[in-house]
């Protein structure tokens, strides 16, 4: 039972490189999200996708880009990475968007030197 | 503003003692409520949830919630702490965006 499967699990990037984060659910959901984390900060979100073919930002999206590919995959692109992008990334998903339980991924380390 | 706010960085008991975790939140209508925890070098489990009726939450591995709408608090609680219990705990509220916003994370350290 997958759940929500996150790659690669550990990434160090340089200043300036980009890399995407690759999410797959395999529980019919049809919202997607991405959240960062990062000390003492909880978790943040930075893009969300209600539903198949739409995306939206959430409360940290500069530097990031989203695709929702199709109902079970969502990626995040980092197209210049900096430093402080550096942080564990987090996917998830819920039946349905907004009052719904969210289930999450095990998360990407992603560094930036 | 932050909507959730969880006082405690980190907290240390022994094993055998109780626990309460404090959530506190600022949402003006009835929150959607949740506490996860995370094991070192794993995502988010989901421990327990509140959407409406009965005030005292159950969840897995013992542990339990209480919603309390006059003090705005989602305190987290298990009467025997075991060492696998060891690790960060996130409140969470649904905001009025319908975002799901956490909080800092309480950090749970357990003696043996």
Not at chain 1, 14 to 43: E, I, V
Not at chain 1, 80 to 106: D, L
Not at chain 2, 87 to 100: I, R
Request: glycine share 10%; with cysteine.
């Amino acid at each position: 039972n997958a759940g929500v499967t996150q790659t690669p699990k550990f990434q160090v990037l340089k200043t300036g490189q980009s890399m995407t984060l690759q999410c797959a659910q395999d529980m019919n959901h049809n919202s997607m999200y991405w959240y960062r984390q990062d000390p003492g900060m909880g978790l943040r979100l930075i893009y969300y996708s209600a539903s198949e073919g739409t995306t939206d930002k959430g409360e940290v999206p500069n530097g990031y880009n989203v695709s929702r590919l199709n109902k079970r995959e969502f990626s995040l692109r980092l197209e210049s990475a900096a430093p402080s992008q550096t942080s564990v990334y987090f996917c998830a998903s819920s039946e349905t968007y907004g009052g719904n339980t969210i289930y999450f991924g095990e998360g990407s380390w992603l560094t930036v030197v | 503003a932050q909507s959730v706010t969880q006082p405690d960085i980190h907290i240390t008991v022994s094993e055998g003692a109780s626990l309460e975790l404090r959530c506190n939140y600022s949402y003006g209508a009835t929150p959607y409520l949740f506490w996860y925890v995370q094991s070192p070098g794993q995502g988010l489990q989901l421990l327990l949830k509140y959407f409406s009726g009965d005030t005292l939450v159950q969840g897995i591995k013992g542990f339990e919630a209480e919603f309390k709408r006059s003090q705005s608090s989602f305190n987290l609680r298990k009467p025997s702490v075991h060492w696998s219990d060891a690790a960060e705990y996130f409140c969470a509220v649904y905001n009025a965006g319908n975002m799901l916003t956490f909080g800092g994370g309480t950090r749970l350290m357990v003696k043996p």
